[in-house]
């Protein structure tokens, strides 16, 4: 198993770069001949001192200042020479300790990684934890998305199917219910750690998260979670079971993939999200089986695209009492079903409030499902009326009526 290439940035790459000893003590003098003089000078013109007070004469008075000034200065380059060295003292020490920090995570991270590879679950799920322990540890943002990378990794690795529980084959259905564990507490584990407020200790919010084709089929809890950096990608993944939650979870900022996805069974829901400011793509989702929610979501900004999506089977998708505003482009919009097809199933925008046209049917297809837009109000979506048709089918009920094509003069 090995983990996602990522590009190595400078802070991935800490070096100790100090200049030479000569070097740094002579731009110091230099820095604290210009202060000096500066601060000299400055305290002249601030006394508006016009002319200074010359003699021939050194008395003992004097000549005790000069020796103290003499001294005064011996010591502050003494000072500047102690500063010099303590600071590259410090920062070899601070690069001793990342060093060392780097070498004990990399040991963990070996031995965690091995866990994580055995033919024992248990030993895998002690794997699991040591390596989400490690993500919170870790001295940099590099080695956590390196953790957070492998345990992805190990969500795309296929898996033996489920034999069921036939006698003949028991122990190879007990064997996948105690892998199917080890996967289900990585999702678990995910779902805690998003849901943290960024920048506090065991969060992850900001990192990537890369579940491309993984088989969501169990109960996941993702509610609450906030994707405002970095990109999430569930792309081609298939929710087949369970219940997976994104309840008031925050898209904001990030890239979130759900292109590709298959929503064939179990329930998904994601009411009460905000998408504002990020982009949300379900481009070529399939929901052929599932019950999705979007019950009370808010579309504020951003970008939120069901193009080519096809909403079919016996799935129910449902966008009651959501709120669609501030749309983006002058033909997709906001929120683009640009494409979608809606063949059987049932789709419900029921008490769902349009403004400033930030939703777009552009080119959807309305062919068999029923499809809602029961007590709606503000604007028709653009492009809906045109895709609807006129007569409106029977299976799509909506407060606008659309106007008949002209025919020209007769």
Known sequence: MTAIERPRS?????????????????????AAVLAAGGVFYGLIALLDIQKIDTTAKLDAKTLFDLVKLSFGVVAGAGALVALVVAYRRQRVDEAGAHREATRLHTERFSQAVDKLGSDSPAVRLGGVHALAGLADDA????????????????????????????????????????????????????GDHYRRPRGTHRSWQGCDLDLTGVTIDCNIDFSGTEFSRGTVNFSDATFSAGT??????????????????????????????????????????????????FHAATFSSGTVSFGNATFSGSSDVYFDDSRFSGGEGPEDGMVSFFRATFSNGRVSFSNATFSDSGVSFHGASFTGSTVSFDAASGEAPRGLLTAVGTPVPATVTMPWVPQPRSTGPS
């Open 244 to 293: 997976a939650s994104f309840r008031g979870s925050v898209f904001s900022g990030g890239t979130v993939y759900f292109d590709g996805a298959t929503f064939s069974a179990g329930t998904v829901a994601f009411s009460y999200s905000t998408f504002t400011g990020g982009k949300v793509y379900f481009d070529t989702a399939a929901f052929t089986g599932s019950t999705v929610y």
């Open 139 to 190: 001295p940099d943002e590099s080695l956590r998305q390196t953790c957070i990378d492998v345990l992805c990794a190990y969500l795309q690795l296929p898996f033996t199917p489920d034999p069921g529980n036939d006698p003949a084959h028991q122990e190879e259905h007990h064997r996948y219910l105690a892998f199917r564990k080890v996967r289900h507490t990585i999702l678990r584990l995910i």
């Open 10 to 30: 400078a802070a991935d790459e800490r070096e100790l770069r100090l200049w030479k000893v000569g070097r740094a003590l002579t731009v110091t003098f230099a």
